[in-house]
C-alpha cells in the first residue's frame, strides 16, 4: 500500500515542479533515482541552481508520521518544503534580510 501511495506521490511531484531551477531526485521505494543512497525513510534530494552556475542541495525526509496522509498533502508537504529551502537560499544569495 505505502509503494503504490509513493508511486502516486512521485507522479504528483513530477507533474507539478515546473521550476526549470530547481532538480528533484525520488528516492522511494519502488521509485530510486540514479543519486540515491538507501536510507530508512523515504526522502527527495532537491537541487535548486542559482543564477545558473551556483548549486544548493537539500534532502527532504518523509518521516513515518507523514505516511498516513494523502497524495495530495504529502505533495503539498513537499512543495512547502522545496519553496522553504528556495526562500532560505534567495536570501543568502541576494542578501534578503
Known amino acids: 500500500m505505502m509503494e503504490e501511495k509513493f508511486k502516486a506521490l512521485a507522479e504528483e511531484l513530477k507533474k507539478n515542479m515546473v521550476n526549470p531551477d530547481i532538480d528533484i531526485e525520488l528516492c522511494f521505494?519502488?521509485?530510486?533515482?540514479?543519486?540515491?543512497?538507501i536510507k530508512k525513510?523515504?526522502?527527495l534530494k532537491v537541487k535548486y541552481i542559482v543564477e545558473g552556475h551556483d548549486l544548493?542541495?537539500?534532502?527532504?525526509?518523509?518521516?513515518?508520521?507523514?505516511?498516513?496522509?494523502?497524495?495530495?498533502?504529502?505533495?503539498?508537504f513537499?512543495?512547502?518544503q522545496?519553496?522553504?529551502?528556495?526562500?532560505?537560499?534567495?536570501?543568502?544569495?541576494?542578501?534578503?534580510?
Open 41 to 43: 525513510v523515504p526522502y
Open 29 to 37: 521505494p519502488n521509485e530510486v533515482d540514479e543519486g540515491c543512497e
Open 56 to 76: 544548493y542541495e537539500k534532502e527532504i525526509d518523509i518521516d513515518p508520521e507523514y505516511w498516513e496522509k494523502d497524495v495530495k498533502d504529502l505533495a503539498n
Open 78 to 80: 513537499v512543495a512547502f
Open 82 to 97: 522545496i519553496q522553504q529551502f528556495m526562500e532560505e537560499i534567495d536570501s543568502v544569495e541576494y542578501g534578503g534580510e
